[in-house]
């Protein structure tokens, strides 16, 4: 089933690991697709995981396909799948930059236009929850906002996106926009952007940026 | 059309991924040639760019060659081309220690023989200005000096050189001396070279440093 | 002798290089198997080391088989194979955020739930001691807890584990802990996880994370 | 001449990239055979510099062998080697950590067993001095010691060794030591380790550490 998401969802993996987002077995990218949920197997490094490991679930977290037991962190994405209906892609990491806000449970202030153009607002943080039951999924959905990333307080972030481009492109982002943020107020206090213009910001990037 | 630049193009896309300056699919390096400037196309990741995707514009913007649409910076390229005659190439970053600096809004001092040597001057801010029309282009012609790198406020960078071996080489040495002012700051108070002395080295780095 | 697991070694030390946990030539990797324990030639940098250059030795230190002087760090490798039954792999490292928490001697927190997952309590420091002789494994016994990882004061990082699969890993998260911790400690006031969470955490994660 | 030095060379210019010690253009390393000097040719970018582009000096700067033009860092290499006539190559960089503290002039004291290891006493600043003459060499031996290692104010860093392997191996942890030293001073106040304790360590490692 769904062979070539497979093969997607492996690549983003990849990318992941690529850009120092994750440390050898954690983080995860999951995608949905008809009433399945494909997710990374549980506790695989990334240096052996291959496309076909992937395990494809059903909404209640069933496997539905798929030797391996699927990520500790499924009831996480399910849930936000349930309550999310135009999320496509969700995207779990312990980035550092990112998760230094997250241990402190302080949000990411629009410091910068590539905030402002990827995020549109700050980037919120959860109340704290316990890894393993719907308690994540639910303290996100309290505190999401249009940015569609979560800092998850004293453990990492999750970032959802329509499709895994654009759940990786804006896992990515988060940790780039959080490691300017820490360097700019370790030397000095920066300022957010004006609310309305890190909204005129997102409406343009969102209307111009990239094809078509 | 420009079959070699287009390659050469696409090789300095790839160090600035190499060197870290830019992550996904931001940032972008153009090229001046005849009444023609080169860019990269707008959104595309840079493990999918290839040379044959640079898009070719004429001076007014209207595109002459390429099946994609140009960078949402572009705009900003053909403003500093047309204002600055000797400059053939032209990078736009956000780096993070030279962005953390643009954040807020403070220029970089002259703290190392190695900015002296490349720069010759403090590598000034600009005003803020949004992205998408010829604004950024004329907040960084206001503040643009010797250096011919820009830290455009709440942004990111502007390297310009006379081609692309030497724009690469300012985009990289830039994020080098932003990171080593940023680290000397954190644990003491570095003071600026004097600005003679910085001047002399810079004359004397592009006297003798180089092939011919 | 132990071919296999001598290439398992190889890739482990490998994988240090690539979390960028060592560098040249420091740190190294053991494995204990029958009443021998396989480790590191002393001095070899990563890019010429193989795995048939990994030395065999007895309990007492003696070589059993290779041609290369084992790690300085031997003594300290088998005092504590012998002194902790239950660890099957040791690592050891200079791993620049973890030992910066070594230097100050200061222990690191359970501030996440990474770190809670992975260590359950908090990594302790042991007391100075020089290297090449027991005194390193003896001060490493004197504080060691559940987490099976110690700071080395002035110096660097122990971690054990059953095998090398675990030893790598924790290798691997005590320095992302350390980072986060690290990045969080430098703009804010983390606080620690409650006990009791981090000591749940640690039993759901031993028991639910991974295959089988 | 010297087919396999200049390969040797060449191998450690790229483990200097490799540890990112140097970007693009920067750094260099230079080593001594009978009464010739082999260099990095100015200015090549370490993804063109080739094994044949090294330069052979004879000990008054004249070129014996190589069609590029030297380093202009060449009258440095000469002056040290004609001074301290143990020192059989010569390294070169503005390694991010160690510039920091050349930048505030303050020279990196011994705070882990690693930099007694490798360097026994603290390693000093030199005195400010310009490129291209022998005045960075005269302000090196004014305040060189055993660590063989020196910080230029405002400049990078100077590390020499009796032959290629020993050099590259204090470049590289040189870095190391000044990141650790880093982290730890911006998170609390190191203490240095008792100058005995670190003379004796350094003994210890230059007798057993490696092979033979």
Redesign the interface.
Known sequence: MYEELKKELYKAHM?LEK?RLV????GNVSVKVNNHVIIK?????Y?ELKAEDMVVLDMEGNTVEGK??PS?DSATHLYLYKNLPDVGSIIHT?S??A??????S?PIPV????HA?VFGVQVPVSNYA???SEAIGKAVIEVVNQAKAVLLS???VIVMGKDIKEA??KA??L??VA????????????EP?DEQ?AK??YE??HS?????
Chains 1, 2, 3, 4 share one sequence.
């Open positions: 990318n850009y440390a050898y077995t954690s197997p549980s506790g695989i490094p240096d391996l037991k500790v312990h550092p930059y998760s230094a806000f997250a241990l402190l302080q410091y910068s236009t590539a153009d316990p890894v393993g004293k453990h990492g990786i492109r990515i982002f940790e780039e490691q300017t943020a820490y360097l700019a107020r370790t030397i000095g206090n920066p952007l213009e005129r910001l343009f990037h111009n940026y990239g094809q078509k």
